[in-house]
Every structure is written in C-alpha cells, then in structure tokens.
C-alpha cells in the first residue's frame, strides 16, 4: 500500500499492475543491496540538507529512499502537468 500510495503521489494516478510489481521488486533489490552493504545505507542517507532520523532502520530507510528517487526521475513525474 506504500508503494501504490508514492506512486499515486507522483504520478496522479494509480499504478498498474506491472508497474506495481516493478516497484515491489525494486524495493526487495534495494532492501538486499543494503542489507549486504550496511555502510552503502549509512552514506547514501548521509547527504541531504537534514540529519537523519536515527529512528527508522537504516536499511530500510536507504531502500525507501531509492525507490522514492525512482519514482521522481521517473519522466511521467517530471513532467506531470
């Protein structure tokens, strides 16, 4: 329901259903890159004008992070009227 709900609020639509599962494999690839890579996590949400939310998990956070940066660049997003 995260990924469907990102994807609505980049795109202004609902994903379809093979879309949803590009997102959905995406998610578990990113997850399992930083969980074998917990230091590849720890610098990717070292940048950023905030410090990070030591709260959430860092693995997880990294992930979510990387698929939110696929959503953005995605060019249905970018040029989204």
């Known amino acids: 329901s ?3 709900w990102a994807f ?3 795109t202004a639509r609902v994903p379809q ?3 949803a599962a590009v997102l959905a494999r995406a998610l578990v690839r990113e997850r399992a890159h930083f969980a074998a890579n917990p230091q590849a996590a720890v ?3 070292a940048s950023g004008e905030w410090p990070r939310d030591a709260s959430l998990p860092t693995v997880e956070h990294a992930a ?3 698929v939110a940066a696929l959503l953005l660049n995605l060019s249905e997003t970018v040029t989204r009227n």
Request: proline content about 0%; hydrophobic content about 55%; overall charge negative.
């Open 17 to 19: 259903s093979a879309e």
């Open 64 to 66: 979510w992070a990387q």
């Open 8 to 10: 609505e609020e980049t």
């Open 43 to 45: 610098a990717l949400l």
């Open 2 to 4: 995260k990924l469907v």
